[in-house]
């Protein structure tokens, strides 16, 4: 499975951006799909994810309430909605696969397949 991940770009604090992650050579189907961000010095951190074993998203706390992640199976997309941008959340971004238990669904070590990254820049 190979991943694309789009939708980056410039947006002053306080505005929205929707990041695509589309799949080919494959499905999404039997994944679960991550998205992870990674600030310049700074480890790949966890954003959110849906779980394929529970059916269920998950997100860390400092995203909670404003980023939304949505699967379309039709499409083989799975979307990241991004409301209330603030500065903090520069990074580049990246959607992974892979088949995490619930638990660990926060671990990069735990995906198999990641798309290239696009860059978000939110401007104060």
């Known amino acids: 499975v190979q991943l694309q991940a789009s939708g980056g770009g410039l947006v002053q604090a306080g505005g929205s951006l929707r990041l695509s992650c589309a799949a080919s050579?494959?499905?999404?189907?039997?994944?679960?799909v991550g998205w992870f961000r990674q600030a310049p010095g700074r480890e790949r951190e966890f954003v959110g994810a849906?779980?394929?074993?529970?059916?269920?998203?998950y997100y860390d706390d400092s995203v909670k309430g404003r980023f939304t992640i949505s699967k379309d199976n039709a499409k083989n997309i799975v979307t990241l909605q991004m409301n209330s941008l603030k500065p903090e959340d520069t990074a580049v971004y990246y959607c992974?696969?892979?088949?995490?238990?619930?638990?660990?669904?926060?671990?990069?070590?735990?995906?198999?397949?990641w798309g290239q990254g696009t860059q978000v820049t939110v401007s104060s």
């Open positions: 050579g494959g499905t999404f189907t039997g994944y679960s």
């Open positions: 992974g696969a892979g088949r995490p238990i619930v638990s660990a669904i926060s671990r990069p070590a735990m995906y198999y397949y």
């Open positions: 849906w779980s394929h074993t529970s059916r269920r998203t």
